[in-house]
DNA sequence: CGGCATCCTGTGAGATACTG
DNA sequence: CAGTATCTCACAGGATGCCG
């Protein structure tokens, strides 16, 4: 096994964009990207409204991560209660531009997936 | 339970971008997208040399899936013993492009998400 | 308020063996 | 060659309760 990991690591290791897919693929590293860019900082609370669905220990591990690798702030302000407030630093910005990309792409082309994939569910064959 | 179903549910339906993540997040239907955008058509066996580590459960699986959205063809020749190829559709080509752009800025900005990952490990503090 | 520690569960990936 | 079938097991992730 030791060899199948070792190339398994390198594969990882020499392909950024497979690790950027592990970033955003992540369902809620990409929700979060999106709020932030949309509605600018915001602190965790609100977060957790905004986006539907998630429970605090996704979303902290979620923040952790994101904050880990430099795309986003966190600001604690020791006040009380504690006040904290999460925000993209300029690297998570520009990761929303090429999100938009996708996002552009999905909006065009999505109808067609969801018509292939309706076809291919009825059964049809050429 | 039902309402947040509901809303889970309507939240994918309405949102083309979370879905594209989906599909293209997932760690070998975008290697197996790049493989045949690399290579044109290949073989299941082919295929299955190529990416490394992959099960067969997993290959199929994801060809499955991939030629159920339209991103792929799927071609039977009833030779003996079977052949079959799968090939990247107009559909599936036009993603590949918006891969590349993810592949750019991976290339550009991963580097800077490491050195935030190894700060914060080491556990910098401003 | 914004977490972390703990427990518990379901999904889903991998290994193995069999088939048209 | 290109799968399908079955089992097992790990771990992602939800629920809950406590803390600074």
């Known amino acids: 096994m030791d060899v199948a990991e070792a190339r398994f690591d390198a594969f990882n290791a020499l392909c950024p964009s497979r690790r950027l897919l592990d970033t955003i693929g992540d369902k809620w590293a990409s929700l979060v990207i999106v709020a932030l860019g949309l509605e600018g900082p915001l602190r965790y609370s609100r977060l957790a409204t905004r986006i539907d669905g998630v429970s605090q ?34 690297l998570g910005l520009s990761l929303l531009g090429t999100l938009r990309h996708l996002k552009d792409w ?19 064959r050429v």
Chains 1, 2 share one sequence.
């Open 106 to 124: 999905a909006e065009e082309h999505m109808p067609q997936v969801d018509a292939a994939r309706a076809a291919y569910d009825r059964g049809d």
């Open 57 to 90: 220990k996704m979303l902290t591990q979620t923040l952790r991560g994101l904050e880990r690798d430099g795309l986003v702030t966190r600001t604690v302000t020791p006040s009380v209660p504690v006040r904290v407030d999460y925000a993209l630093t300029p």
